[in-house]
């Protein structure tokens, strides 16, 4: 939606002036730094942001990929309900607000919005960011420490995107509780790797136990139907590689794909999708094949011909994480 790459532009401006007099081999340290943090086991006693350099650096590098994941997320959830728009949200974990930049993205307007984070330098840096865009005007950046301990008040909407993961065990479970008993709706998204997506199937476990219905990725809430450990569940979000991506990672093409684990819950009625492309689309001559999690509690390889006409033009312009079948195909 034009509101969506609107807001991608007027982030990206902002990161680019932000990096403005950092040196780009400080930034290009940095990042690789925090980014063998971010895969590895993070102590959780200690903010992984230190300093602006870090958060600059780190915001540059990684706020499009967080906001993109985030964006495709709250998307597919506000697929699944479509009357509804969230009066209030709460970004737990938010650092420097990318998912609040994603959920303004998804969801016009103003509303009241706290991003809470441990990391002083991540809220100082957020509020900076956020001046760009007129529509987080009023957004509160509140340093939480995120686990056990974090207190929410009431609110329609939670996000906790990439956050899980610098959790121990005991506290993600707090969390995801926490999140649940003060939210009418909770979107959680994750990196796209077997972790990440073991992760989400334990919050989603929570959510459901909690009351929730699922509303995306999954077109039901029962158990998922992969068998653990032989695959895992996980879609694809495309990013514009900034010159600090390609200085960091190298390569040519002007962009990299975000792999990423999501749930989005909700205590209200929800339309999830009939099925879901969970594998990127093979097209060949004449067929396209779509790997599908059904309605059914199972995966199902679905062969869409020419002789399907219209739903076959469809399935060639379906992409991964997209719901099956489209609405005007039905």
């Known amino acids: 939606m034009n509101v969506s790459v609107s807001a991608a532009e007027i982030l990206r401006a902002a990161l680019a002036e932000l990096l403005d007099g950092l040196p780009s081999r400080q930034a290009a340290q940095a990042v690789e730094r925090l980014i063998a943090n971010y895969r590895g086991a993070t102590p959780t006693?200690?903010?992984?942001?230190?300093?602006?350099?870090?958060?600059?650096?780190?915001?540059?590098?990684?706020?499009?990929?967080?906001?993109?994941?985030?964006?495709?997320?709250?998307?597919?959830?506000?697929?699944?309900?479509?009357?509804?728009?969230?009066?209030?949200?709460?970004?737990?974990?938010?650092?420097?607000?990318a998912a609040t930049w994603a959920a303004g993205a998804t969801w016009p307007g103003t509303r009241p919005v706290t991003v809470l984070d441990w990391a002083e330098p991540a809220l100082a840096l957020g509020r900076e960011i956020a001046a760009a865009n007129p529509a987080l005007a009023d957004v509160r950046w509140q340093r939480a420490r995120i686990g056990s301990a974090l207190a929410l008040e009431s609110t329609d909407l939670v996000t906790v995107s990439y956050v899980?993961?610098?959790?121990?065990?005991?506290?993600?479970?707090?969390?995801?509780?926490?999140?649940?008993?003060?939210?009418?709706?909770?979107?959680?998204?994750?990196?796209?790797?077997?972790?990440?997506?073991?992760?989400?199937?334990?919050a989603r476990d929570r959510l459901i136990a909690?009351?929730?219905?699922?509303?995306?990725?999954?077109?039901?809430?029962?158990?998922?139907?992969?068998?653990?450990?032989?695959?895992?569940?996980?879609?694809?979000?495309?990013?514009?590689?900034?010159?600090?991506?390609?200085?960091?990672?190298?390569?040519?093409?002007?962009?990299?794909?975000?792999?990423?684990?999501?749930?989005?819950?909700?205590?209200?009625?929800?339309?999830?999708?009939?099925?879901?492309?969970?594998?990127?689309p093979q097209i060949r001559k004449g067929q396209v094949l779509l790997d599908l999690c059904e309605a059914g509690e199972r995966l199902e390889r679905t062969t869409v011909t020419k002789k399907h006409g219209l739903l076959y033009r469809e399935a060639r312009d379906a992409d991964w994480g997209d719901a099956w079948p489209p609405p005007d195909a039905m």
């Not at 958060?55 to 506000?78: C, D, G, H, Q």
């Not at 200085?247 to 009625?269: H, M, N, W």
Request: with cysteine.
């Open 164 to 202: 899980l993961n610098e959790l121990a065990a005991p506290d993600r479970a707090a969390l995801v509780d926490t999140a649940a008993a003060a939210a009418r709706a909770v979107v959680i998204v994750e990196p796209g790797t077997p972790d990440g997506y073991a992760r989400i199937i334990e």
């Open 45 to 97: 006693d200690a903010p992984i942001l230190r300093d602006r350099a870090d958060v600059a650096a780190y915001a540059a590098y990684r706020m499009p990929a967080t906001f993109e994941a985030v964006r495709a997320a709250l998307e597919a959830f506000a697929d699944a309900v479509p009357e509804w728009t969230p009066g209030s949200h709460v970004d737990v974990g938010g650092g420097t607000g």
């Open 210 to 280: 909690a009351g929730f219905r699922i509303a995306a990725p999954c077109p039901h809430s029962a158990a998922c139907p992969i068998v653990p450990g032989t695959d895992w569940c996980h879609f694809s979000a495309r990013v514009s590689r900034s010159s600090l991506h390609r200085q960091v990672k190298g390569g040519s093409l002007p962009y990299e794909d975000e792999k990423f684990s999501y749930v989005a819950a909700a205590r209200f009625p929800v339309s999830p999708a009939a099925s879901r492309v969970v594998r990127r």
